[in-house]
């Protein structure tokens, strides 16, 4: 099976108007890459976790009007779903791939995990490298890359996410559009699974 790489016309899919015309886009050209990407990370991360992880690719169906600005595959430890659990995903939008461990607003480990990261801030915060993002909306573009945050508005960021019911946290990876266009298949896969692997610890800190 082919590792699938991203082209440009792919991240052109989100310029696309219209719901159906970009859902269109979306199912014929990004899912069947999530397919595969999504079993190659399925197989590394049950290895991984020490328990089986089912591949769930965003499908959008409670929307009818606005087209979605990103798409996404995620894998969670419940064949059921993933938005309640502690999960990993890669996704794309029209700017970059991004490849987060998330925690997102239905998740009911949010509150447990902030004060446990607050608790080990000194020795876990220091194996995020600086190089990676958090972003507190899923939905929204707006990520901050680790280098540019005080430790202080560290804190500030686990403190909401431990009293903001809607607050969320996502970490890892962002790969801009000329870089990813240049990524093979292997090439992407690699780095989906470094990503992974460096986050883990803090998947491990979520379920405490």
Known sequence: MNKPGFIDQDF???????LE????????????????????????LTMKLGEPVTVHIA???????????ETWVAWSTSKRGY???PHFQFGI?????????????????????????????DEMWPTIPDSYYFSQDHTMPDV?????????????LLD???????????????????????LSGDDLISKIESTCETLYPLYQLSLK
């Open 144 to 156: 901050t890359r680790k280098a540019d945050l005080t430790e202080e508005q560290a804190h500030k």
């Open 12 to 18: 052109q899919v989100f310029h696309i108007d219209g």
């Open 59 to 69: 499908k959008h169906a409670r929307r009818t009007v606005n087209p979605p600005e």
């Open 93 to 121: 939008r029209d700017t970059h791939l991004f490849i987060w461990f998330a925690l997102i607003y239905e998740c009911e480990r949010k509150q447990p995990f902030a004060r446990n990261l607050r608790e080990q801030f």
């Open 21 to 44: 015309p970009r859902m269109y886009a979306i199912k014929r050209n990004i899912q069947p890459k999530f397919e595969i990407i999504g079993q190659h990370i399925s197989s590394f």
């Open 83 to 85: 938005k309640g659990l």
């Open 160 to 182: 909401r996410l431990e009293k903001v019911k809607k607050a969320e946290f996502l970490c890892g990876s962002v790969i801009p559009r000329k870089e990813a266009c240049r």
